[in-house]
């Protein structure tokens, strides 16, 4: 597993972070976001659905579990499962097309879907520190440590 540990001292830093990732991105990837309550996990996926060029708002999927943009001949899915208590609640939400292997798929709150999700290419922690936060991005398969090798050499 490869890491890459990131300072993102306001808001501007992540949203470069999340324009820096998008770059690097070159297919489809299933994207986990964890940390507290304001640690910046929607402005991060904003910032990189953004980059990515999705031309409307980026909703927050806070109240409608899931939010799902074109990008070209792709899909990308932004879920956030905060007020998910149970898994099984997933069902009827048919994720069945995360699991394409060329979709673009960001989880907030992932642990509260654990087994109803496709396993996840890169993990993205976010953390308080100071006025500011830190990323620290995990690749977890193959194409994350790919994505994260070429992170780096764009950096």
Known sequence: MN??????????????????????????????????????????????????????????????LIESYRLGDRTAWHLDLYRIADPGELEWL???????????????????????LPAPDLQIDLAYAGAGRTARVAGLTPRGTRLLARLAANA
Do not use: C, N
């Open 94 to 116: 048919g994720l069945d097309a995360l699991a394409d292997p060329s979709a673009l798929v960001l989880v907030e709150w992932p642990e509260r879907g654990k087994g109803a």
């Open 3 to 64: 890491v890459l540990q990131q300072e993102l001292p306001d808001e501007t830093a992540t949203t470069a972070f999340g324009g820096r990732l998008a770059a690097a991105l070159d297919g489809g990837m299933v994207i986990y976001l964890h940390g507290d309550l304001g640690a910046g996990k929607t402005s991060f996926a904003r910032a990189f659905l953004r980059a990515l060029g999705v031309g409307e708002r980026v909703k927050s999927p806070t109240y409608s």
